[in-house]
């Protein structure tokens, strides 16, 4: 009965060696874990933002883009000419402007003639656009 007794205790203390080291290696596996994801959410803004430069660059050389920058194009021109034209015909209310509201023959589009007052100025024909933008 006593060799019983070694014996199991013995083996009792196998176990514990095995259980404590076995706990050792969990908590080394929890202690790198732990640190792999404290790393990874330190890179977490740097790849947000980096994404976000890339989005915008993409968007920048986009045909959308393209789009949006020739619409502002003509009307900040328009609106350019149109303020201009009111200046002159307030400043020389004498002058006959109304050759500025006619389309050349080499202009596509419709004429957008009309009277020139400071009230309301004449609508200038959109410039000639690109080809390769305006099939977009």
Avoid: W
């Amino acid at each position: 009965m006593a060799l019983e007794v070694v014996g199991l205790r013995e083996a009792l203390e196998r176990e514990r060696q095995t259980s404590a080291e076995q706990k050792a290696a969990l908590e080394e596996m929890v202690r790198r874990a732990e640190a792999e994801v404290a790393n990874m959410a330190e890179q977490i803004p740097t790849l947000v933002s980096e994404a976000r430069g890339q989005a915008v660059e993409e968007f920048k050389a986009s045909t959308e883009m393209k789009k949006l920058k020739v619409e502002f194009a003509r009307a900040a021109f328009n609106k350019g000419f149109e303020l201009c034209q009111e200046k002159m015909v307030a400043k020389f209310p004498e002058l006959d402007l109304s050759f500025l509201d006619e389309a050349s023959e080499d202009e596509a589009g419709p004429s957008t003639a009309v009277a020139a007052t400071a009230d309301h100025p004449p609508k200038v024909p959109s410039p000639p656009v690109d080809p390769e933008v305006q099939d977009l």
